[in-house]
């Protein structure tokens, strides 16, 4: 098992920048694909952007050219840097750690989460 703790999460105005962090402890980290997640007020959980083992990312269209997911082995830390924010990437954002297959950006294909950090994007 794995567990993981959110943190960054703030209020920014629309053009802003955030860089969430995501520490893990307990299983071995490199061994997880690893996700962001964000849950909208009123709306179903959706995946932001994953990377695996192998370093390979996938980003959701929504935040591509905006954000970046990376990692620190060492830490045991997954980062997401969020740039040129938008109000309607105000969300719940969570970790995630599980298996990339069969959908890397499926909320279903992890195990384990994270308690969440909010993001509020003002206009």
């Known amino acids: 098992q794995v567990q993981l703790v959110e943190s960054g999460g703030g209020s920014v105005q629309a053009g802003g920048s955030l860089r969430l962090s995501c520490a893990a402890s307990?299983?071995?980290?490199?061994?997880?694909?690893m996700g962001w997640f964000r849950q909208p007020p009123g709306k179903e959980r959706e995946g932001v952007a994953s990377?695996?083992?192998?370093?390979?990312?996938e980003y959701a269209d929504s935040v591509k050219g905006r954000f970046t997911i990376s990692q620190d082995h060492a830490e045991s830390t997954l980062y997401l840097q969020m740039n040129t924010l938008k109000p309607e990437d105000t969300a719940m954002y969570y970790c995630?750690?599980?298996?990339?297959?069969?959908?890397?950006?499926?909320?279903?294909?992890?195990?384990?989460w994270g308690q969440g950090t909010q993001v509020t994007v003002s206009s």
């Open positions: 995630a750690a599980g298996r990339c297959t069969p959908s890397p950006l499926q909320p279903d294909t992890y195990a384990y």
């Open positions: 307990g299983d071995t980290y490199s061994s997880y694909c």
């Open positions: 990377i695996d083992s192998d370093g390979e990312i």
